[in-house]
């Protein structure tokens, strides 16, 4: 298609797979315990990445894990299943149970930013997800279908975890996470998906952190009750989430403090800038500092736009492979030469039938691995 370059022969890349099931001190406890080398290597080591994409970043790991503590409070009143799960998980790794909520907080870290700098602190690196959301009406099928590609920086591919989860109460879910964090998308029983971008806002406070609001998101047995998790929760982050389900799909652009559903006809496209006027205040200035995230917007409504009603998962995973604007496109690929603590890269990609209950999930970049179904 246009914008592919040349790939390399697909290569086969599983994820971990992990089932959890009992309470939720129980899921976390099986979660710690299958993935605690992971663990163990992820909270030793990210405090580099964090550092490598700030270079004005002075704060050691005891700070930012004192930034990350402040939101406790939050979570033990909104979400005190998903506290007793984190402490589960860091009980199975053997390890103190702020090392994992600093680890569930990556995105909430990305806030941090040199005051009046933003995203120029590291303007050869920083891009992002790209999502997409199809209605039923745009579909070949008659069926709704979402995904992304999920770009973060190329260290974090490793730690790709996907967790079976079968709750004591609500519907089972399919959740694609980094080993040792609750959950970053995935797919219920209950006919329910999820999707994000991450958009940095000026209103980040303590609140609630996004991997609870997906976790609860994807706990919900209708898909108002998603939407709800997601726009009505004391957040502490900007995000734009996509969900689908039973029949209706909803972009929603978020601060902390503010929110607003996109309007949008058969499917939409998001990247990593807020869209809706209303939305535009709240965009930390020079948090982007290029045109990258416009770009894949455009590519990737204009692939929707233009196989509308014809819109299978086979074209959702031939747009995860897009190259226009290289490296910083849909399927985003580091500079040459960069190293994997600042290299923005597809560390994962999905495409998910929430009426079917399953995800195809591919773990590096699409251009050069294949997806896999995994089915509730």
Not at 5 to 33: I, N, R
Not at 125 to 144: D, I, S
Not at 191 to 207: E, L, M, S
Not at 324 to 337: L, Q, S, T
Request: with cysteine; glycine share 10%.
């Amino acid at each position: 298609m246009e914008g592919t370059l040349p790939a390399a022969a697909p290569v086969s890349s599983s994820p971990l797979v992990v089932d959890l099931a009992g309470t939720p001190y129980e899921m976390g406890l099986t979660h710690g315990q299958a993935c605690r080398e992971l663990i163990r290597e992820f909270a030793a080591s990210v405090l580099q990445v964090h550092q490598a994409n700030n270079r004005f970043l002075k704060a050691e790991r005891e700070e930012l894990t004192g930034f990350c503590l402040r939101n406790l409070g939050f979570l033990q009143k909104w979400c005190p299943e998903l506290v007793e799960e984190m402490r589960g998980i860091a009980a199975g790794a053997g390890l103190p149970f702020e090392d994992i909520l600093y680890l569930n907080s990556f995105l909430e870290l990305e806030d941090l930013r040199a005051p009046g700098l933003g995203g120029r602190t590291m303007p050869d690196a920083l891009w992002g997800c790209t999502t997409y959301n199809v209605a039923p009406a745009a579909a070949a099928g008659g069926q709704a279908l979402i995904g992304q590609t999920y770009d973060m920086e190329r260290y974090y591919e490793k730690f790709v975890v996907l967790l079976r989860i079968t709750p004591q109460d609500g519907p089972a879910q399919l959740v694609v996470t980094f080993a040792g964090v609750l959950g970053v998308n995935g797919v219920n029983a209950a006919g329910v998906a999820a999707v994000i971008n991450k958009v940095v806002a000026t209103d980040a406070r303590p609140g609630v952190i996004y991997p609870c609001i997906m976790r609860r998101a994807l706990a919900s047995r209708r898909i108002g009750d998603a939407l709800g998790a997601v726009i009505f929760s004391p957040r502490a982050t900007g995000m734009n989430y996509q969900l689908a389900g039973m029949g209706v799909a909803f972009c929603a652009e978020v601060s902390a403090t503010s929110y607003e559903l996109l309007e949008f006809d058969g499917a939409i496209a998001h990247t990593n800038h807020y869209l809706s006027q209303a939305m535009r205040r709240f965009e930390t200035p020079n948090w982007l500092s290029h045109g990258g995230s416009m770009v894949r917007r455009q590519v990737a409504q204009d692939f929707l736009d233009r196989h509308r009603g014809d819109i299978t998962p086979a074209l959702l995973a031939e747009l995860s492979r897009n190259h226009v604007n290289h490296p910083r496109c849909i399927c985003a690929h580091g500079f040459d030469g960069e190293a994997e603590t600042t290299a923005f890269h597809t560390v994962f990609a999905v495409v998910m039938d929430p009426a079917a209950g399953w995800l195809d999930l591919c773990v590096g970049n699409p251009c050069q691995g294949d997806y896999r179904r995994h089915q509730l």
